[in-house]
């Protein structure tokens, strides 16, 4: 008797993320805008089609103009294909018994800037067993890992769940919240670290979310609300009960939209009022909502901080290629990978198992 021949399979790991253009012109700019206001803003404001355009040009030549005063280069695309890289290096020297059973490559993909997700996922298609997206923020919302739900079933329609995976509530992971305090007071400058006197606050800075819609109801979508504001929480409190800890308090500061109803009330603009007025005069801020330095982070919310003008400020920058943080992403991803193995081989022996019927005897 001949046994049942098993090929070697092959899976795909998409890294990916919001995107920004790395070249900066006003041509660049547009296609991402336009892609912007089309998959995100229109979710939570009516626009018609005829004004997106008029809205991404305004927006394109509007940020042009801003970076360029500002001498500002994005350097989000060559941070996440560092990740990428560390990544597919953690895996592969990782001895996982998976790897003994299976191929796996790891790419980059972007919602609004080449490569786009959407066309790599298609690309994929017959070529790969299994793909694993990782999407590169640790708050999931309708906003940020629902746009790569989305482009996963437009992708795979009613195949997406036996064939895609894609990673969530990554902000919930204890071993994420130690790597994250660990490097934040790695990261702590001399004349922060060592002040003896005054007081210094935190601001742990993250993209914020509606509250309510323009209406004045709940928002209809998934907003991510509560799990923001709970990984808040959790951090507060690791981080001030931690021996390490130079903090007298910490504050969340959220990054809004302006439109599209009510948003988060705890802004980075008033966490740094506030410490203001109580007395501060040491602030860091840390952009633990996001796991890659970016224009929100790096640009506009780096530039709030220098310019409150408290006498001892620190950004500490975003995660971004640290060894281990790419270490621990690299465990969440082979498990990923070992959960989604697991259900298409539970629906391959569901394939396989033969139909019994039974005789259902009628009395007469």
Known sequence: MVGRV??????????????????????NLWPSSRRILKVVTRQIARIPTALIYFIADYRSTKHYLKWKLHNYRSLLLAINRAQTRILADCIAASGSPFLSKADVRVVDAYYFVPPYLEDTLKQMEGEYDGIVVVPMIPVESAFSCGVACQMVVDAYGDTAFARVKVLSKLWQDDRLHRIYIDYLFGQLSGPVRFRHEGKTGLVLAIHGTLVRDSAGNPP????????????????????????????SDV?????????????????I???????????YDGVVMFPYGFFADNSETEHDARRKLEGAGFPVCQYVRCINDSPEFGRWLSHKVLDGLQALSELQEFFENLERKPIKFSTIERSE
């Open 220 to 247: 209809q979508l998934f907003t991510g609300l509560d799990e923001t504001m709970a990984f808040f929480l959790e951090m507060k409190r690791k981080i001030m009960a931690d021996p390490r800890n130079i903090f």
């Open 6 to 27: 098993v090929s070697r399979k092959r899976y795909a790991v998409v890294v990916t993320t919001y995107g920004e253009v790395e070249h900066l012109t006003v041509r």
């Open 251 to 267: 504050r969340q500061g959220c990054m809004n939209h302006s439109r599209g109803g009510e948003w988060t009330s705890e802004t």
């Open 269 to 279: 603009e008033k966490a740094l009022e506030e410490f203001k007025a109580e007395g």
